[in-house]
């Protein structure tokens, strides 16, 4: 009962948490530092010698952008300016300043630890304005750990990471999330028999599977996307349409060099229409599952979701909670099924890796007829790698940016502070340097014996790293895992269309309809 009525008052609480501060080291050692950065910046070559396009007064690097940049398919300019000018160059973007790109994964791995301890992201400054702006200042300025930065994002970071990343906690939904994984078979085998193939909109079942799955974590309950009976106008299929759009303004709001903030673009106004529709969505669910933890007997035994951890948290408020579960069922429907929809090309288009991934299903799984268990998950060691190699050849993100708070060396040249620098991971993993045979979809790159030599830890980092590493992460690993199980256990997939490429939607997404055949396996 005392648990219970704890859950009640905090749930009820909107007390404002306290900022954690973080230790930096002695003040010898940060001399040491400083003494030795001094001379690292007095023999840097300066930042005006760094290649790059040709840049003019205020509109900087922009004539050479906007002659070749494709708003569907912009990772294409900086795989192209990669050839130009080399593994490092330099943009002046009209209102971010001087920004540094970089393909060296030493680069990448000095950036990152130049950065570790107050890792500014650039901000999604328009979904900050959507939110600082909200109806009734509902967030209260405080717009959630995707878009703050500093001791704000810190506040909550550092009380949700643990809950959000022990794999203990995400175990606990593997047996939900594994069943989740086993009605969508049934709906493929539906859709196959149906149509012969994967139907045109083939991607918007892979949402409502992605939604399903990562509504379990953050909101405890089965939300009915899977029902074949389900209605269009239902809140679960309106979230997935909302947040499609949400990323599409997102994507188009953000590359229209801050007109937004002068006048209100029609994507800005969709965003904000949008999310508003999101948050009422959103809290609408909320609450429901905050009425079935409230109605369980205070004296049954049950594992405490993730949404009661967080609520038993201190430091975290009411607001708080909400704000990261909404942004949990923002950032978790197009990331993994869109992986999931190239993970599943890449294995069409190499039958020898299906194979071998469908022996490695059959061996661990064996005569086992009961949900996924803990156990197997820690043998499904090829799956894991062919998961890394997808996200090295269609990563959905061109890579980790940071703001620099200070003044540094990067490539041997003195950047300033308030320079944007940012790790291209995605030309990184398409580079035959770091990566042999990169074109090639070869996962056994990445198994311990490391065939193809070496990888540099910072030369493929698709979740990011450091504490700014995606909180997501064994979520959407877990879900994906728990997909791959099942669909290799029962089908074997092929694909006879256009080759895929990716396009921008924020993150990116396959270019073409997924429309996969699946061919029952003979058991």
């Known amino acids: 009962m005392a648990l219970l009525m704890k859950q009640r008052v905090l749930w009820a609480s909107l007390t404002k948490g306290t900022v954690i501060s973080r230790c930096l080291g002695s003040s010898s050692i940060q001399g040491q530092v400083a003494a030795s950065l001094e001379d690292e910046l007095k023999a840097a070559k300066p930042l005006s010698e760094m290649p790059g396009p040709k840049t003019y007064p205020v509109i900087g690097s ?74 009734d200042d509902f967030f209260e300025k405080k717009a959630g750990i995707l878009v703050e930065n500093g001791d704000e994002w810190w506040r909550v970071r550092s009380r949700v990471q643990t809950p959000m990343m022990k794999p203990k906690v995400v175990g606990t939904y593997l047996q939900q999330m594994d069943q989740v994984s086993v ?92 999310h508003e529709q999101f948050l009422e969505i959103a809290v609408r669910s909320m609450q429901q599952t905050e009425a079935a933890i409230l109605a369980q007997d205070p004296d049954s035994e049950h594992e405490v979701s993730l949404m009661e951890s967080l609520l038993m948290t201190e430091g975290l408020t009411k607001k708080d909670v909400v704000t990261l579960i909404l942004d949990m069922l923002f950032a978790g429907i197009d990331t993994t099924s869109h992986t999931l929809g190239f993970i599943l090309y890449l294995l069409a288009r190499n039958p020898d890796a299906q194979a071998k991934l469908q022996a490695e ?26 998961v890394k190699e997808t996200l090295r050849m269609y990563p959905l993100t061109l890579g980790v940016g940071r703001i620099l708070e200070k003044d540094c060396v990067l490539s041997g040249y003195a950047v ?28 056994d790159r990445w198994s311990r014996s ?3 030599g070496p990888i540099h830890p910072y030369a493929s980092l698709p979740f ?9 992460r064994r979520i959407a690993e877990q879900e994906m895992y ?9 089908f074997t997939v092929d694909y006879k269309y256009k080759d895929m490429d990716v396009l921008t939607r924020l993150v990116f997404m396959p270019s073409e309809p997924l429309k996969f055949s699946f061919t029952e396996r003979k058991q």
């Open 450 to 452: 490391r065939p193809l």
């Open 361 to 386: 299903v059959d061996t661990v799984l064996r005569d086992h007829e009961g949900p996924l268990l803990p156990k197997h998950m820690a043998q499904f060691s090829y799956m894991k790698s062919v």
């Open 464 to 472: 990011g790293a450091g504490t700014r590493m995606c909180i997501g």
């Open 482 to 490: 728990t997909f791959l199980a099942r669909v290799m256990q029962r």
């Open 62 to 135: 922009l004539p050479d952008m906007l002659a070749d940049f494709d708003r569907k398919a912009f990772h294409k300019y900086y795989l192209r300016a990669n050839v130009t000018y080399g593994p490092t160059f330099r943009l002046v973007v009209p209102g971010f300043g001087p920004m540094i790109l970089m393909t060296h994964p030493d680069d990448c791995e000095k950036l990152l630890r130049l950065t570790m301890h107050n890792p500014v992201r650039t901000p999604i400054a328009s979904l900050k304005a959507v939110r600082d702006r909200a109806i």
């Open 183 to 274: 009605e969508f078979m049934d709906r493929i085998a539906e859709l196959q028999a149906k149509h012969g193939e994967m139907p045109n909109d083939f991607q918007f079942e892979m949402y409502k599977w992605a939604l399903e799955s990562v509504g379990l974590v953050a909101l405890n309950r089965r939300l009915g996307c899977l029902n074949p009976s389900i209605r269009e106008d239902s809140d679960a299929l309106r979230l997935i349409e909302i947040v499609n759009d949400i990323f599409q303004a997102l994507n188009d709001t953000e590359i229209s060099l801050g007109l937004w903030k002068l006048f209100p673009i029609p994507p800005y106004k969709k965003l904000k229409n949008r």
């Open 416 to 443: 300033p502070k308030g320079a944007t620098a940012v790790a291209l991971s995605m030309v990184t993993g398409w580079d035959e340097q770091y990566f042999p045979r990169a074109k090639e979809f070869i996962p």
